[in-house]
Every structure is written in structure tokens, then in C-alpha cells.
């Protein structure tokens, strides 16, 4: 991988992709640090830690914009609009037929639905701006409240400034699209979840140094930190396994002469990945398990208040079994979902045909396309169980104690890490071999 970067780091092109890409991070970060007029981020910071085991809606947005929440800076919301936006304009492309003719009708087509969905990321961001601030406007302790000022012109400056921020994290991922290296949106939840290290770490810390006094419990707690070390590097190895790993169809072409040169004849294969879909299935499926936290933020309640509220979101909390049996569920649906729409076996089966090729054993045309999917559909449940699997571990050990909350969301986060970078290399790699860079050919 570093051989990688230094040989694109060589070509002109991909260094100014590169170095764009770092400055939008750098761009996001800054934003993240901005703090929004009559909000006191030294309180909400307070109000963060003093709640930190209290899962729910504060996990959940701290795992979504990692710092930026967690102080209630200009960019608190994150990139959740954007996606929430996407994944219902997915949906409704599929259950409208305009929208779906929109979507085959080109560039011009993928250019409407993209402005599209820019204006519904806009409303989404108004709406939980609002939201956001009703919680805000609910939230104090010893120290004071998180606003400085509840009028009606403060309320406007604050949902003003967080929408503002949601249309700018959505601007930013598009420009990485356009012309950075990766996804964007997997790029700037990839800054998020990193920028939570030190604190993930400082938790571990803390939850050890508070055992010192008492022989068993500090080993344990040293015992139980080796053990989620451990635990943790495992998931790393095979999530890159699971990045690897392939299905490997044989494929013969016929021969065939064109002029007086003879071509085909010979014998390859058609390569499947077990993880076709990378890292968008936990992306989406984070997004809507978490839409219950979202309702219950706009309507200004936690899932410490009472009546059915108070229920729901206890339910839906990342410390409850039922949330971590949902994202499971929603991580394979997702996984086919998103296969659905990005890989057509009927439009692999016609390439083959066309130039000559067929599968071994299997007649071209229909039984073709029946034979990739039956194989396309096998390999994205194995896939998707294994995600759901390294997601949902942390989850489940989370409840066992509630020092060690703040390890829910790491089997998603080792998910989204290792992929984001396993993804932008294999698009450097691809960009340098499009070029017929020779020092990485070699």
C-alpha cells in the first residue's frame, strides 16, 4: 500500500487528486472545530462526558460526526442528511417509474436525480437542525445550559448555522467525488470515526485508572482491554480478507478470426467479491436504526424520558438487543439493495455473449444470467452476514458492561476504516494502471 502511494504520489494528476482530497479533510475539520453563536460548547462537552454510557442518541451522533456533536459545532449534523438523502431517493427510484427513467437516461438523467437529492438534503438538514436545536434547547447541568440564549433570533441563528453546515458537508462530498480520491462520503466519516481515537482511548484509560484501588476489578478491566485489543486486530485481518476475497467463475472464448489475426481461445475467468459492496450496507443501515434517536430529537425527547417516548428510544438504543438485531437485518438488506442496483447479471451475460464468451457448463443468453445471479446471490449473503457479524459483536459486548458503551459502534467503525482505505487504493491502483504507469507495472 505504501509502494502504492509513493508511485501515484509521482504522477502529476494523482498527487493534485490527492493533495485536493487532504484539503477538503482539512477544510471539514475546521468546520468541525467552528463554534455556533449562542451555543456554549464547553458545556455540551460536559453534559457528552457525564453521559457517555448512556448510549442511544449520543453514541449514535458521536459515531456519525465524531467531535463536531459532541461540542454542537457548526458541522454537529455531519454528513446523516446527505445519506439519509440518497438512500430515499434510491428507494423512491425504484418506486417511481419517472425516477427510474430519469436514472437510465444518462448523465443528463444522474445529473436531475443529484440536484435532486441536493434539495432534499437541504430540507433534511433544515428539519434536523431543528431538531437539533429543541435538543439543545433541553440539555444543562451543574454548570449552566448548552444555549446562552433562548429567543426567537438565537433560534434562527442556530438552525440557520446547522443547516448551513449539513448543504456545506454535502458540497464537500461532492467535490471529493468529483475530483479527490474515494467516496466522499466514506472519506469524511472516515475523518469522523478517526478523530474519536483519542478519545476511545483516553475512555479505556480512564475505565482502568478507576480500578486501581481494587486488585480484582483492575485485572479484570486490564484483562477485558487485551482481550477488545486483540479482538479488534482480528476484525482488522479479516475484514481485509473479506476485501480480497473473490468468486472466481471460469469463462472460455471461442475462437474467432477478424482479418488475418485469430482471436479468443483461450480460458479466464469472471472475479465476484465476496464484498461487492463495501462499506455503503453499515453506512445506510446506521443511518436509519438510527432514525428513531432523530424523531425522538426533534420531538425534544431522550431515552431517559417517560411514557412511550421514553420506551422507543430505550428500544432503539445501541445498549438495547433489539438495536443490534436491526442493524444485522438492515446491513444484508441493504447488501442486497445495493447489489441490486450497481451489478446487472443481465448486462454481464450479454458482454459475454457478445464477444464470444460463455461460462463452462452453461449455455449463453438466460441461463447465463440465472447462473450469476444464483452466484451474485450467494456470495452477497455471506458477505453481508460477515459485516453484520464484526457490527454487531461490539454491540452485544457493550451490554455486558457499561464502562466499555463506548465500544459499540467499534466493530462498524474497524468496517468503515479499514474499507475507505482499502477502496481508495484500489481506485489509485486503477487510475495508475489506467495510465500505464510503468514503476507500478513493474
Not at 443528463?108 to 435532486?116: D, H, L, P, Q, T
Not at 472460455?252 to 461487492?276: E, F, S
Not at 466499555?404 to 481508495?424: D, H, K, M
Amino acid at each position: 500500500m505504501l509502494q502504492t502511494l509513493r508511485n501515484a504520489w509521482k504522477l502529476p494528476e494523482l498527487r493534485g487528486k490527492i493533495l485536493f482530497t487532504l484539503f477538503i479533510l482539512l477544510v471539514y475539520r475546521f468546520g468541525s472545530m467552528l463554534p455556533v453563536p449562542f451555543v456554549d460548547s464547553g458545556v455540551m462537552s460536559q453534559i457528552m462526558e457525564a453521559n457517555r454510557e448512556m448510549g442511544g442518541i449520543f453514541q449514535y451522533y458521536s459515531f456519525l460526526a465524531g467531535e463536531a456533536f459532541s461540542r454542537a459545532n457548526v458541522f454537529a449534523l455531519s454528513i446523516s442528511p446527505y445519506i439519509t438523502a440518497q438512500i430515499v431517493m434510491q428507494l423512491l427510484t425504484i418506486a417511481i417509474p419517472a425516477l427510474e427513467r430519469m436514472a437510465k437516461e444518462g448523465d443528463e438523467g444522474r445529473k436531475k436525480i443529484s440536484r435532486i437529492t441536493r434539495y432534499l438534503t437541504v430540507a433534511l438538514g433544515i428539519l434536523t437542525a431543528y431538531g437539533y436545536y429543541t435538543y439543545l434547547r433541553s440539555l444543562s447541568d451543574a454548570s449552566g445550559s448548552v444555549l446562552t440564549n433562548t429567543g426567537a433570533f438565537s433560534g434562527v441563528v442556530i438552525v440557520a448555522c446547522y443547516s448551513a453546515g449539513a448543504a456545506i458537508i454535502m458540497w464537500l462530498a461532492e467535490k471529493i467525488n468529483d475530483n479527490g480520491i474515494g467516496n466522499g462520503i466514506s472519506i469524511i466519516l472516515f475523518a469522523n470515526i478517526v478523530s474519536r481515537v483519542p478519545s476511545m482511548l483516553t475512555g479505556a484509560v480512564s475505565s482502568v485508572a478507576a480500578k486501581v484501588g481494587n486488585t480484582s476489578a483492575f485485572i479484570i478491566e486490564i484483562a477485558i482491554f487485551i482481550v477488545a485489543l486483540a479482538v479488534a486486530l482480528a476484525m482488522v485481518y479479516f475484514v481485509v480478507h473479506m476485501h480480497s476475497a473473490e468468486r472466481r467463475i471460469p469463462v472460455q472464448y471461442a475462437k474467432r478470426q477478424v482479418g488475418r489475426r485469430m482471436y479468443g481461445g483461450q480460458n479466464t475467468y469472471l472475479p465476484m467479491k465476496l464484498n461487492m459492496t463495501g462499506v455503503m450496507p453499515i453506512i445506510f443501515a446506521s443511518s436509519i436504526v438510527g432514525l428513531p434517536a432523530t424523531i425522538g430529537m426533534i420531538a425534544g425527547k431522550t431515552s431517559q424520558s417517560s411514557g412511550f417516548w421514553g420506551a422507543l428510544l430505550r428500544v432503539f438504543s445501541p445498549s438495547s438487543p433489539v438495536y443490534a438485531i436491526l442493524t444485522f437485518i438492515l446491513i444484508i438488506l441493504f447488501a442486497y439493495f445495493y447489489i441490486s442496483i450497481s451489478f446487472n447479471p443481465i448486462e454481464v451475460a450479454n458482454n459475454l455473449k457478445k464477444n464470444g464468451g460463455s461460462i463452462l457448463g452453461i449455455r449463453p443468453g438466460k441461463p447465463t444470467t440465472d447462473y450469476i445471479s444464483k452466484i451474485l446471490s450467494r456470495i452477497t449473503l455471506i458477505g453481508a452476514i460477515f459485516l453484520g457479524l464484526i457490527a454487531v459483536i461490539p454491540l452485544f459486548a457493550s451490554m455486558v458492561g457499561s464502562s466499555w458503551s463506548y465500544l459499540a459502534f467499534g466493530g462498524s467503525s474497524i468496517i468503515i476504516v479499514v474499507g475507505v482505505i482499502l477502496e481508495t487504493v484500489t481506485e489509485i491502483e486503477t487510475q495508475m494502471t489506467m495510465r500505464h504507469y510503468k514503476g507500478f507495472l513493474e
